[in-house]
C-alpha cells in the first residue's frame, strides 16, 4: 500500500507523477480559482522584452501565455516538467498559438539539460521541487547574477487560522507528493536567493516569494 503523503518525510517522484497522471485532464479547471496568484506572481517576476525565462514544474503550460507577453518573440521560454501526460496539454497549447519560442523539457528538474544562462525563473505551485535541494541546484546553476526568482504556493497558515487551514490540507494532499516544508517552503530556495520578500495571500494559506540570485562572492 502506498505510503500517503503526510507520511512521506521528503517528496515521492513516483508519486508525484501518478497524482498528475490522474490529474492531467482537469488541471487547468481545478487551478482556475487560484488564478490571480499565477498572475501576481508573473507581475512581481516582471520579465523583460528578449528575457530568457525558466518556467519550472511547467504543467500544463498555463503561464505560458503571461510569460510570452512579457518577454516577447524576441524572448525565450524554457519549460520544465516531469510528468508525460501534463507536458503533452503544454506541447499543444504551444502548437495551438504558435509559439516559436518556447521549449518544453519532460524531465526531473534535477536531470534537466537546460542550456545557456536564464534571467528569471518561475516556480509557481512546485511544492515538491522548492524541497529538493539537487532540484534547485540545477536551476540557479542556469541562472545570471541577479536573475530574479519568484516561487509561489501553499503553506500553512497560523494554527490559529483553523478555515484557511481545512482549505489548505487537501489542497496540498490532492497536489504534492510530501507535506514537509509546508511551514516555511520557500526555505531551502533562501540558500541560492537574496533577501526573499515573502507576500501571503488568501488568510496565509498561499505565498508568494521574489528574490535575487546571489552574485558570486
Not at 534537466?112 to 532540484?135: C, N, W
Amino acid at each position: 500500500m502506498p505510503t500517503p503523503s503526510w507520511r512521506r518525510p521528503r517528496p515521492d517522484r513516483s508519486a508525484a507523477l501518478d497524482q498528475y497522471r490522474r490529474r492531467a485532464g482537469i488541471y487547468d479547471l481545478e487551478l482556475a480559482l487560484l488564478e490571480p496568484v499565477r498572475r501576481q506572481a508573473v507581475a512581481w517576476l516582471a520579465p523583460r522584452q528578449g528575457d530568457t525565462v525558466l518556467d519550472i514544474g511547467c504543467g500544463t503550460g498555463l503561464s505560458l501565455e503571461l510569460l510570452h507577453s512579457a518577454v516577447g518573440a524576441r524572448g525565450k521560454i524554457i519549460g520544465i516538467e516531469q510528468s508525460p501526460e501534463m507536458i503533452e496539454r503544454a506541447h499543444e497549447r504551444v502548437r495551438q498559438m504558435g509559439w516559436r519560442n518556447v521549449t518544453l523539457l519532460c524531465a526531473p528538474v534535477e536531470d534537466a539539460r537546460i542550456r545557456g544562462q536564464a534571467d528569471a525563473a518561475l516556480l509557481h505551485f512546485t511544492h515538491d521541487i522548492l524541497q529538493s535541494e539537487a532540484a534547485l541546484e540545477n536551476v540557479i546553476s542556469h541562472l545570471r547574477p541577479d536573475a530574479t526568482v519568484v516561487a509561489s504556493g501553499l503553506k500553512w497558515a497560523p494554527p490559529w487560522a483553523v478555515p484557511v487551514n481545512l482549505f489548505v490540507l487537501p489542497a496540498a494532499l490532492h497536489s504534492v507528493s510530501s507535506l514537509s516544508g509546508l511551514q516555511r517552503p520557500w526555505q531551502h530556495l533562501a540558500r541560492w536567493v537574496d533577501h526573499l520578500d515573502v507576500r501571503r495571500r488568501l488568510g496565509g494559506g498561499v505565498f508568494i516569494v521574489r528574490g535575487h540570485v546571489q552574485r558570486p562572492s
